[in-house]
């Protein structure tokens, strides 16, 4: 970081769905704590996320999320700049705790509140590296953001600093859907993702051929085609057999989804000129899509560790401290991007 450059510490709360955190960050790369609170082994019971029982959990953790992340980055409330919070999309009862929290906060401190699309968090995702550590280099614009998660599938042009122009979405199933729906139906534990992965690992991904949606002359993707066929394999298999090729299985629906993400990202970042890839949201912690981005040497790539692929305040932190930098207090306000879907925030 240039020691000459003004320091502004943003802290960030995220409660859009299940966890709840809080993280803070120097001038919107340096992260000085990030702490975040699951709830995951709660919700694996119902087999997803219960949003009462999620918006409940969020008003026990918030407050004390906010200290440990104060006291983690040796900060108090004085030494922060603005507060940033993720203000949608996500699960209402979920993100009215958050917002209420940074609310009472910024108006206590007289701060700037910031208002973050959670979306916009996630590509932000990729310009984070830990304070102390060598700093690693800035995604480079023109970008070519894939954000894939459990919600949400698109394609986006980043040209620069919260300039976005979405070239094509999910028609229906996002990626991460289609991966725990998939998993559910092969009997395998929520949630989906690392169900899959760890499970794919013993299969062959060539073992079955499974239906990918090209949509050829778009940008758009479709994931429940695969769904079904999925379906319909297993109720076959079911007929000649009590046991299921379960990892086979695994692997070649893995596989499948990964060919297209893959193949569309690529192909779009040469028709519109990227210099670079940002591969950003939660199925980017699946290491055999890591690989594949990692392992072409047309584009460099940036994906955010593991630990700010999933849902994490330290994300919204970043994008909070670039709509803070430019003057823009909340993505409501925007023209360049309304808040839903992220090329209209």
Same mark, same amino acid.
């Given at each position: #970081? ?29 992260? *000085? ?6 709830? #995951? ?7 997803? &996320? ?12 918030? =407050?004390? @999320? ?9 900060? =108090? ?8 919070? %993720? ?10 705790? +958050? ?7 910024? *108006? !206590? ?40 998660? +459990? ?7 980043? %040209? $620069? ?8 979405? %999910?028609? $229906?199933?996002?990626? +991460?859907?289609?991966? $725990?729906? @998939? ?34 002359? =778009? ?21 000649? /057999?009590? /046991? ?12 499948? &989804? ?22 950003? !949201? ?35 932190? /970043? ?9 823009? =207090?909340?993505?409501?306000? #925007?023209? @360049? ?9």
């Amino acid at each position: #970081m240039d020691s000459n450059k003004p320091v502004t510490r943003i802290l960030a709360i995220e409660t859009s769905c299940d966890e709840t955190a809080c993280a803070i960050i120097e001038n919107g790369r340096a992260l *000085l704590s990030s702490v975040v609170a699951s709830q #995951m082994e709660i919700h694996a019971r119902y087999g997803g &996320v219960f949003p009462e029982v999620a918006s409940r959990q969020h008003v026990l953790a918030v =407050t004390p @999320v906010v200290e440990q992340a104060l006291a983690q980055a040796h900060l =108090t409330l004085n030494d922060i700049d603005a507060i940033a919070v %993720t203000q949608g999309p996500g699960l209402a009862g979920s993100l009215v705790v +958050g917002m209420n929290m940074a609310k009472g906060m910024a *108006l !206590g401190m007289g701060k700037p509140l910031i208002g973050v699309n959670h979306l916009e968090g996630h590509l932000y995702s990729a310009w984070v590296y830990d304070a102390g550590e060598l700093v690693p280099p800035e995604p480079q614009f023109p970008l070519m953001a894939l954000l894939v998660s +459990g919600g949400h599938t698109e394609l986006n042009l980043m %040209t $620069d600093h919260l300039t976005y122009q979405r070239l094509g979405s %999910t028609l $229906d199933d996002a990626a +991460g859907e289609a991966f $725990d729906k @998939v998993a559910r139906l092969l009997e395998l534990p929520y949630p989906g993702g690392p169900s899959i992965q760890k499970t794919a690992e013993e299969g062959d991904p060539r073992r079955f051929n499974f239906a990918r949606a090209w949509l050829d002359g =778009t940008w758009n993707f479709s994931f429940s085609g695969l769904k079904t066929s999925v379906l319909y394999e297993v109720r076959e298999l079911k007929k000649r /057999s009590n /046991s299921l090729p379960i990892p086979d299985l695994a692997a070649s629906f893995q596989q499948a &989804v990964i060919d297209v993400l893959f193949k569309k990202t690529m192909n779009a970042a040469r028709e519109f000129g990227a210099k670079e890839i940002l591969v950003a !949201g939660g199925v980017s912690a699946n290491r055999p899509l890591r690989q594949v981005f990692k392992a072409q040497t047309e584009f460099p790539v940036h994906i955010p560790p593991l630990v700010l692929c999933t849902d994490n305040a330290a994300m919204i932190a /970043s994008a909070g401290y670039f709509r803070h930098s430019l003057g823009h =207090t909340s993505g409501l306000e #925007m023209d @360049v991007l309304p808040t839903w879907p992220l090329s209209q925030i």
